[in-house]
């Protein structure tokens, strides 16, 4: 007999009720109070940051507010993210027992290719991508995330659905020029949606059905139809009534000028590259690198690749991280030298203060 899995879908709600829920699934997991379940939720239109994040230093306040879009933290870490409708979430609250391993990378790649095998199920060519994404021929359709609660994990994914990454840049506090009609072209060639893909808006229960049947296969389990307990419930009221708070929201205040967005930029045989540096000071790191001007590189995705590798990344790693990512993959820089990268970026965090310079 197949063990029993719970399968809950909590709808369409507010950021705070679905943060609230996501305290409460996670402590009733590790207090064996509730099954191992997998989750479908949505999102209003919210701007999520992660728990250790400022709301100054990441998000563009002044959009947020006039678009009535949300403001909340998650409790899990991680960067700024923008959901809205267009996309269904997903999540599995599982013991360390039903995996095996506390392993982090092996546990995201088997629920990733799991869930890519549910997406291939609706017609989508969709494949595991290191270190947590789901993608279709290069384009993302779905980013995940992980953590553990002692013995408990939570671990989260979005399909995109019907997704506008114009929104997303727009919420996120980025330069300027990320905004600009070709940037945003570019950022949609670099996403992929499950409606565009198909032709058509696939209906939200055949959508959760293949998941949930990639999901009992790769463990080996039945899932059955569930709704939140009385227990859960209380857990909820009691998260709730802390999270839908500005004080939850605000818990960091760190003014923009401990995080400035600093610009260099230098001309090299293979042309003009362009770098601005989000600067976190008080920890000495790249919170995020973009990089622009008028060079060619292919595959063009290794660009975005680069940034994201950046992020977060201490000042004094930036050149091994550089050249490590240069060293594993094939990428042709049409005149460029991976040391250029590296030299735009000490030129922009020079013109901010010389002690942030890279050995």
């Known amino acids: 007999m197949k063990p029993i899995w719970r399968v809950i879908d909590t709808g369409l709600r507010r950021a705070a009720e679905n943060i609230a829920l996501n305290r409460a699934l996670l402590e009733a997991r590790q207090a064996d109070e509730s099954p191992s379940t997998l989750r479908f939720l949505r999102f209003q239109p919210c701007a999520l940051l992660g728990f250790h994040q400022s709301v100054e230093q990441e998000l563009n306040l002044d959009y ?14 991680g960067g700024a993210i923008y959901f809205d409708e267009t996309q269904l979430g997903w999540e599995l609250y599982l013991h360390k027992r039903d995996l095996g391993t506390a392993d982090m990378q092996a546990i995201t790649r088997r629920i990733c290719e799991a869930a890519a095998r549910g997406m291939q199920a609706l017609g989508v060519d969709a494949r595991f991508r290191p270190r947590n994404d789901i ?40 330069p300027a020029e990320k905004l600009s009609d070709k940037a945003i072209a570019s950022a949609r060639e670099r996403v992929a949606n499950l409606a565009n893909l198909l032709g058509h808006t696939p209906e939200m229960q055949e959508v959760q059905s293949a998941m949930i049947q ?73 919170k995020q690198v973009w990089f622009s001007g008028d060079f060619f590189v292919s595959p063009k995705r290794a660009i975005a690749d680069l940034e994201a590798v950046l992020r977060d990344t201490d000042v004094a790693d930036c050149h091994r991280c550089v050249h490590e990512f240069f060293a594993v993959r094939e990428v042709d820089l049409l005149g460029l030298q991976p040391a250029d990268f590296v030299v735009v970026i000490q030129s922009a965090l020079s013109r901010f203060e010389p002690q942030a310079s890279m050995p």
């Not at 553990?148 to 996120?172: H, N, S, Y």
């Not at 296969?217 to 802390?242: H, K, M």
């Not at 003014?255 to 590259?273: N, T, W, Y």
């Open 214 to 286: 990639a999901f009992a296969d790769e463990f080996g389990v039945a899932f059955e139809t569930g709704a939140i307990s009385a227990i859960e419930q209380a857990r909820y009221d009691s998260a709730l009534a802390e999270i839908d708070t500005e004080d939850w929201v605000h818990m960091l205040q760190r003014p923009q000028s401990d995080a400035p967005i600093v610009e260099g930029m230098q001309k090299f045989p293979g042309g003009l590259v362009r770098a601005c540096v989000a600067y976190d000071r008080t920890r000495q790191c790249i």
């Open 135 to 174: 993608e279709v021929d290069g384009r993302k359709i779905s980013g995940t995330g992980g953590a553990f609660d002692g013995d408990a994990l939570m671990f989260q994914g979005t399909l995109l659905i019907q997704f506008d990454v114009e929104k997303m840049l727009r919420v996120l506090r980025i």
């Open 64 to 77: 947020c507010r006039a678009q009535g879009v949300e403001i909340q933290r998650r409790i899990t870490g």
